[in-house]
């Protein structure tokens, strides 16, 4: 079982508002990524970080999104100004730093923008 | 980039019966193949991978097929039982780059007692 953890689990922000999610990743695991599930279950990359760099980001997430992973604290993402777009569930997955690795999900932090 | 399609959106077997589902991917370069499992309201649980250097793996009842030349995977689950119940969804990830994982759509097994 994943031991990732993620808070908030329910988030419910107005449009224009700042929403922050956290993970804690496994023990041990240097690399985290952030992923989008829609209600439609499509699945969106984020971006990911080995232990504090980053390691990858799309497009979006250069603009409106913003993360990081400092040592000794848990990791975050954040919306700096919310869309009804944005309201989907937002999983964190962490895994060793080798290639094909199994990537381990927390139970998810599900943003709604009204 | 990477697109990974997930063939059958929905699936029903009868208890004990085999439950096979299909994807194909379109990088050559994919070369990690996983698959998830998630159960309504639940997180992504990871039950199955495969890499490139095998076309088959075995954990108990799962078996995972890979056709290179295809580009083609697949997911078998040998006498289901009604707890195999949920959402699979297939993956792919590139030997290079992050590790990022590209996600088909998802298939939703029912398996009906």
């Known amino acids: 079982n994943s031991k990732v953890i993620q808070t908030p689990r329910y988030l419910v922000k107005g449009q224009g508002q700042k929403a922050k999610m956290r993970c804690i990743p496994e023990k041990g695991h240097p690399v985290v990524f952030w992923y989008q599930q829609n209600k439609n279950n499509e699945f969106k990359f984020l971006i990911n970080f080995q232990n504090q760099e980053v390691l990858q980001q799309i497009d979006m997430t250069e603009k409106r999104f913003s993360a990081e992973c400092p040592s000794n604290s848990p990791c975050s993402l954040e919306i700096q100004s919310s869309e009804a777009g944005d309201s989907a569930l937002y999983l964190c997955?962490?895994?060793?730093?080798?290639?094909?690795?199994?990537?381990?999900f927390g139970p998810g932090t599900r943003l709604t923008v009204l | 980039g990477e697109k990974v399609e997930q063939h059958e959106s929905t699936l029903s077997v009868r208890e004990g019966d085999s439950a096979v589902i299909n994807c194909t991917y379109t990088?050559?370069?994919?070369?990690?193949f996983p698959w998830y499992k998630q159960e309504a309201g639940k997180s992504l649980h990871f039950v199955i991978d495969i890499r490139s250097n095998v076309d088959r793996k075995q954990s108990q009842r799962l078996i995972v097929l890979l056709d290179k030349k295809a580009k083609r995977f697949s997911l078998h689950i040998t006498a289901t039982q009604p707890e195999d119940s949920a959402i699979y969804f297939c993956?792919?990830?590139?030997?290079?780059?992050?590790?990022?994982?590209?996600f088909g759509s998802g298939t939703q097994l029912t398996v009906m007692p």
């Open positions: 993956a792919a990830s590139p030997s290079s780059g992050s590790w990022q994982l590209i």
């Open positions: 990088d050559t370069a994919s070369s990690y």
């Open positions: 997955a962490s895994s060793l730093s080798d290639w094909g690795r199994e990537q381990y």
